[in-house]
T-cell receptor, first 113, second 119 residues
Framework: DGGITQSPKYLFRKEGQNVTLSCEQN?????MYWYRQDPGQGLRLIYY???????QKGDIAEGYSVSREKKESFPLTVTSAQKNPTAFYLC????????????FGPGTRLTVT | AQTVTQSQPEMSVQEAETVTLSCTYD???????LFWYKQPPSRQMILVIR??????QNATENRFSVNFQKAAKSFSLKISDSQLGDTAMYFC????????????????FGKGTHLIIQP
């Protein structure tokens, strides 16, 4: 089955540690996106990538980093510089030409204590 | 930059009733897409309906329809014959439409409306 996977579903870390969230897709999509969801805030764009080895900052990129070494994978690192890392993180993908058809993964709930 | 505003944090209606969720947006773009997404308790994002700004006809998908008023920058969602399974968070979202080869963009979301369908 084609789709987007995010693992793990729940992730717990201690404050001050970097943590990397996984996002993999087998839809042959060039574009991939990371969104953050907080209660009462909706989804906000962190980073997105349109092609391998290239990515752009979204609205709330501070404290996050990404890489795009493979078309299928777009991992997000939440660094210790992120002041409020506890949130629900959603990954999405699309073709570049049809970014109006973004497919979402199931999300990862990150809790930092 | 664009903004999306959903002024109803929560709504509750009886099963089988019709409910309308409101969304307004602000943008300087002339060509764009508008969306309604549903997020049930599983937290999976599900596309409900999409509207292209250049199309005057309002989009419909079975029990879901929109009232798109481009001049007023308003994009409401009407759910007819509401069902228990419609209980979810609903998000309005915006995406600029790029020229062919113009690249991809991320979605801009509103803060959501929690819709509760009562039995």
């Amino acid at each position: 089955d084609g789709g987007i996977t995010q693992s793990p579903k729940y992730l717990f870390r201690k404050e001050g540690q970097n943590v990397t969230l996984s996002c993999e897709q087998n839809l042959n999509h060039d574009a991939m996106y990371w969104y953050r969801q907080d209660p009462g805030q909706g989804l906000r764009l962190i980073y997105y990538s349109q092609i391998v080895n290239d990515f752009q900052k979204g609205d709330i990129a501070e404290g996050y980093s990404v890489s795009r070494e493979k078309k299928e994978s777009f991992p997000l690192t939440v660094t210790s510089a992120q002041k409020n890392p506890t949130a629900f993180y959603l990954c999405a993908s699309s073709t570049v030409q049809r970014s109006y058809e973004q497919y979402f993964g199931p999300g990862t709930r990150l809790t930092v204590t | 930059a664009q903004t999306v505003t959903q002024s109803q944090p929560e709504m509750s209606v009886q099963e089988a009733e019709t409910v309308t969720l409101s969304c307004t947006y602000d943008t300087s773009e002339n060509n764009y897409y508008l969306f309604w997404y549903k997020q049930p308790p599983s937290r999976q994002m599900i596309l409900v309906i999409r509207q292209e700004a250049y199309k005057q006809q309002n989009a419909t998908e079975n029990r879901f329809s929109v009232n798109f008023q481009k001049a007023a920058k308003s994009f409401s969602l009407k759910i007819s014959d509401s069902q228990l399974g419609d209980t979810a968070m609903y998000f309005c979202a915006f995406l600029p439409q790029r020229e062919s080869g113009g690249g991809a963009d991320g979605l801009t979301f509103g803060k959501g409306t929690h819709l509760i369908i009562q039995p």
